[in-house]
Structure formats: C-alpha cells, structure tokens
C-alpha cells in the first residue's frame, strides 16, 4: 500500500511539474505601415507642397500608380488580448500642392 502510494504521489507531481512548463505562446506586436502621430498629421494643410507633407509625415509606404495626386499613410497595431487598431492620413495633391486631407481612426 505505501508503494502504491509512493508511485500516485510521484505521478502527480510529474504532472504537476510538467502542466507549468506549458504557457500560453506569446504573440508579439505587430506594427506594420507609418507610424501616425497625430500632433503631427493635424499640422497638414492645404496649400502645403508634396515636400513639405513628406517633411513632416514623410513619404508614405506605398504609392498608388494609379492615383499619383493621393498620398496614403496607414498605420496598422496588432497587439495580443487587444483588436488590432488602425490609423490612416490620406493628402489629395492637385499640381504638387495639398488641396485636401482625411484623417480617420478604423477599428477592424
């Protein structure tokens, strides 16, 4: 009897040691785009050139071939335990000069 005893409190143990060494896997943060902050997508305005929108946003990721006169910045965040954030800047250009801006915050 103390044997049998012995041998179920061994086995629990090992199953005890063994269920912490399991962990939940950990997702990392993915950022993926332009990173927007907004002090400095509230500064565009019309009338400003394409240089200076790339001065204070810089150039976006990817441009459109088939609108040139659009600039689109998007910032996606993807964290673990949260919904994936997205921000987006998009400046219209007519001739090289701002003649529009949206600003919008799209939650997935």
Not at 21 to 47: A, F, S, T
């Amino acid at each position: 009897m103390k044997h049998k005893m012995t041998h179920i409190s061994l086995i629990a143990t090992m199953i005890l040691g063994l269920s912490a060494c399991v962990n939940v896997p950990y997702r990392m943060p993915i950022q993926q785009g332009n990173v927007i902050d907004l002090n400095r997508g509230d500064m565009i305005r019309e009338g400003m050139s394409k240089t200076d929108v790339a001065n204070i946003l810089g150039t976006p990721m990817l441009q459109d071939i088939f609108h040139k006169d659009r600039w689109d910045y998007i910032y996606r965040l993807d964290e673990q335990y949260h919904k994936a954030e997205q921000e987006r800047v998009t400046v219209w250009f007519t001739n090289g000069i701002v003649t529009k801006v949206e600003r919008a915050k799209v939650t997935p």
